[in-house]
T-cell receptor, first 115, second 113 residues
Framework: AQSVTQLDSHVSVSEGTPVLLRCNYS??????LFWYVQHPNKGLQLLLK??????LVKGINGFEAEFKKSETSFHLTKPSAHMSDAAEYFC?????????????FGQGTTLQVKP | NAGVTQTPKFQVLKTGQSMTLQCAQD?????MSWYRQDPGMGLRLIHY???????DQGEVPNGYNVSRSTTEDFPLRLLSAAPSQTSVYFC????????????FGQGTRLTVV
């Protein structure tokens, strides 16, 4: 069965420093992987998604994620944090082969950005 | 370009009351699903549907009913509200395909007193 584990429940960085949010997955299939962001009291917005075309995926707002099959990881990075990046981030895998509505969420990582 | 629309945004219920959370999407997506979000637990799947007339249970279905009479609508019914159902609820829709992304509504914050 598919699952995702976000390794940090809370990450704190200073503005202008790099961001690393870690996600490991388990999947019997070629995984459908996504990162979503949720700003306070808002809905969820897609940051990026893995496509088999490239292992390094670029998303919105300067975020990237690298798919590493050997490590079963899909970590999210950003070279330089901005105050507006403070939010909760979810790593998500789609259950099964992808032809389903079932999304499986990690428990979330809260990113704090200090001035 | 509405996307996924949830109503209401906020609701307070008394224990034992029933209500329906509405969800509608205008993207002709086959897949729709309901999640609840609780602190420290991410989003957990309540019920989902792979098309009109087809629904199935997710991880936490107890106390909730769904139906899917049309492609566009996927209402979630609370049969007899309990304080444990205090949560934020999200509806999502997704097109068929291996890695198509899900689109989410803005959420319904439900408090059961």
């Amino acid at each position: 069965a598919q699952s995702v584990t976000q390794l940090d429940s809370h990450v704190s960085v200073s503005e202008g420093t790099p961001v690393l949010l870690r996600c490991n997955y388990s999947s019997s299939y070629s995984p459908s992987l996504f990162w979503y962001v949720q700003h306070p009291n808002k809905g969820l917005q897609l940051l990026l998604k893995y496509t088999s075309a490239a292992t390094l995926v670029k998303g919105i707002n300067g975020f990237e994620a690298e798919f590493k099959k050997s490590e079963t990881s899909f970590h999210l990075t950003k070279p330089s944090a901005h105050m507006s990046d403070a939010a909760e981030y979810f790593c998500v895998v789609i259950h099964g082969s992808g032809n389903t509505g079932k999304l499986i969420f990690g428990q979330g990582t809260t990113l704090q950005v200090k001035p | 370009n509405a996307g996924v629309t949830q109503t209401p945004k906020f609701q307070v219920l008394k224990t034992g009351q029933s209500m329906t959370l509405q969800c509608a999407q205008d993207m002709n997506h086959e897949y729709m699903s309901w999640y609840r979000q609780d602190p420290g637990m991410g989003l957990r799947l309540i019920h989902y549907s792979v098309g009109a007339g087809i629904t199935d249970q997710g991880e936490v279905p107890n106390g909730y009913n769904v139906s899917r009479s049309t492609t566009e609508d996927f209402p979630l019914r609370l049969l007899s509200a309990a304080p444990s159902q205090t949560s934020v609820y999200f509806c999502a829709s997704r097109q068929t395909g291996w890695n198509t992304e899900a689109f989410f509504g803005q959420g319904t914050r439900l408090t059961v007193v």
